[in-house]
């Protein structure tokens, strides 16, 4: 538990940085707004859409990749960060306990993603228009690095015993399933937000997913 606190610690305050960066370039309303919206989606990950106990955790559809395509870094890992803490207050109390561990399991694995998508999205080509081979780079970054840190907080906890690998593999194995479906998932959402251009230069999503990067 004192672990997860003081990677919890880290981690917010990566999310504190970047907020504030955020709000240097484009201003508390819009990264208010965008934060907003992550944060009802990641709940609705949560709570709406399907999510089954597999292995040692909990298999939950968390599209930390759509996230961040739509709303940005900042606001993606906010909502996150809020959207896990209003799922635990209200809905699921008995999960507070592991809070420390479950944002430390959502916000590392975005932030790596983020420096990923720097290397394989050009920055002449804006997130509506990138392909299905680059989303599924994404994708596997994230579900991947969250399948890492679960099976670390397994293995730290409850050794390596054959039991605890067994459930391990088997919660990993089903994420596979989340990592071949978020792709699919953000060129969805991609494709509707290319026939919305309206939305462009509003305060509800960030600017990179219509332009290229300045």
Do not use: C
Request: charged share 10%; aromatic share 12%; glycine share 8%.
């Amino acid at each position: 538990m004192v672990l997860s606190y003081a990677t919890a610690f880290v981690s917010l305050g990566f999310v504190t940085k970047l907020a504030l960066d955020a709000i240097k370039e484009d201003g508390i309303l819009s990264l208010g707004i965008r934060s907003l919206l992550a944060t009802l989606l990641v709940f609705s990950y949560f709570e709406v859409l399907p999510h089954h106990p597999i292995g040692v955790s909990e298999v939950h559809l968390i599209m930390g990749s759509t996230l961040f395509l739509l709303f940005g870094l900042a606001p993606a890992a906010i909502g996150l960060v809020a959207g896990l803490l209003i799922q635990g207050l209200f809905f699921a109390p008995f999960d507070l306990p592991q809070y420390g561990m479950n944002v430390t399991t959502l916000l590392i694995p975005l932030l790596a993603m983020s420096l990923l998508a720097k290397k394989v999205i050009p920055e002449n080509i804006a997130y509506k228009d990138i392909k299905y081979t680059q989303a599924l780079k994404l994708s596997t970054a994230y579900q991947g690095g969250i399948v890492a840190w679960v099976a670390f907080w397994a293995f730290y906890g409850q050794g390596f015993g054959s039991e605890n690998l067994a459930q391990v593999l088997s919660f990993g194995s089903a994420y596979m399933t989340v990592i071949i479906l978020e792709p699919l998932v953000d060129l969805g959402v991609l494709a509707g937000a290319k026939a919305l251009h309206g939305l462009k230069d509003t305060a509800a999503v960030d600017k990179r997913l219509f332009s290229a990067a300045s």
